[in-house]
């Protein structure tokens, strides 16, 4: 008897340096898709799990021709929040931090980043900003400012992007959503699958009669962390906070057409709020929500966008929980056809068969 033993090992693979995108496509909706047909092979009324159709290879403005009139498209409307802050110990040596959250008056969890940070290092900003790292270790601090940090981050902060992009450069702009709501801010990273919508895709969209239904979810700092548990099923998920209005809740039950979902960020949000009977709730708190390959969900959708995503990554083992183990033959394939990767690449589009 063969015993399946769960391992992140089977979410590596192999990705060319130059795959990895470092700035955002000039148009956002010129990058490209990769389409994924996928369907259910079904034995009476046992499912024997997903085999693949097709793959297609479009351009991200083809997506309007997969949607028709009456058809739900749901998006995260976060605002990404500028968390990086630059500048020096009192030693001398460069450093930079990012900011997690706020724990108390002027003392935040922070990641710092600078040689040998320690208990008792003083940090100096820009605008006469002191810090000093009063609790933690390795790279994770509790730092307390000498003063309010909300102004400043905001004037001379920046965002935090994953450590694999290293063109500082980009249009900042670029690294927000055309969706992304002032009232709404609260990501430490973008909800990358909405990046390739521009205003004119949409309003294209909206005249053909697709509707759109906002949630939010706020990335956390976890997003960029990689699974260490070998058995993933292991692994302690992050907790980010979601929120499903009641017109939305409603807007996707009583729909007449299809259900799309753009990012992981927004199928989680939409998944904490599904009961068992596949009706989906309003819904306002926080969610651990980890999916992983054997997940049943809850919420009935037929298509999904997304990028394709780091090696033994939760994101990566969420779109394996949607198709299974097909993701290495879609990702050889986009490999081989040299899409962009990651969270400035191109996106993929996950059609199934319900």
């Known amino acids: 008897m063969v015993i399946f033993m769960p391992s992140i090992k089977e979410f590596d693979y192999n990705l060319p340096k130059q795959l ?6 000039k148009i956002r909706h010129k990058s490209r898709l990769l389409v994924y047909h996928c369907a259910r092979e079904r034995l009476g009324s046992n499912e024997r ?6 793959i297609e290879h479009r351009e991200f403005s083809d997506i309007i021709d997969y949607l028709n009139k009456g058809d739900v498209i749901v998006i995260n409307e976060t605002k990404v929040m500028k968390t990086r802050l630059y500048g020096h110990k009192k030693s001398g040596g460069k450093v930079a931090i990012t900011i997690v ?19 008792g290092t003083e940090l100096i900003f820009e605008n006469g900003l002191r810090g000093k790292i009063i609790n933690g270790r390795e790279e994770r601090f509790i730092v307390r400012f000498n003063k309010p940090i909300k102004d400043i981050i905001e004037r001379k902060g920046d965002y935090t992007l994953p ?20 009232h709404k801010e609260g990501s430490i990273a973008a909800p990358t699958a909405g990046l390739h919508f521009s205003d004119e895709l949409i309003e294209r969209l909206k005249m053909k009669g697709v509707v759109f239904a906002k949630v939010c979810l706020h990335v ?6 990689e699974v260490r548990a070998t058995d993933y099923t292991k692994h302690k998920m992050h907790v980010e906070w979601v929120e499903v209005p009641d017109n939305v809740a409603h807007m996707i039950n009583e729909r007449k057409g299809k259900l799309f979902i753009v990012g992981t960020t927004s199928l989680r949000a939409l998944e904490t709020a599904t009961d ?44 394996a929980g949607i198709i299974g183990n097909d993701w290495k033959r879609v990702y050889q394939e986009a490999i081989k056809k040299k899409y962009r990767f990651y969270s400035f690449g191109d996106a993929m589009l996950i059609l199934r068969d319900l």
Do not use: W
């Open 220 to 225: 956390g700092i976890g997003t960029f962390n």
């Open 49 to 54: 799990g997903f085999i693949e159709h097709r």
């Open 276 to 319: 068992e009977n596949g009706l989906v709730h309003p819904f306002k708190g926080f969610t651990r929500l980890f999916v992983y390959p054997g997940y049943r969900f809850k919420l009935k959708f037929d298509g999904m966008i997304t990028n394709f995503h780091l090696p033994r990554s939760t994101l990566l083992l969420l779109i």
């Open 101 to 119: 959250e706020k724990i108390g008056v002027n003392e935040y969890d922070v990641f710092v980043k600078c040689k040998n940070p320690k208990i």
């Open 20 to 25: 990895i995108a470092q700035e955002p496509s």
């Open 163 to 182: 450590g694999y992009i290293h063109n500082k450069e980009y249009d900042r702009h670029r690294y927000q959503t055309v969706f992304a709501n002032e």
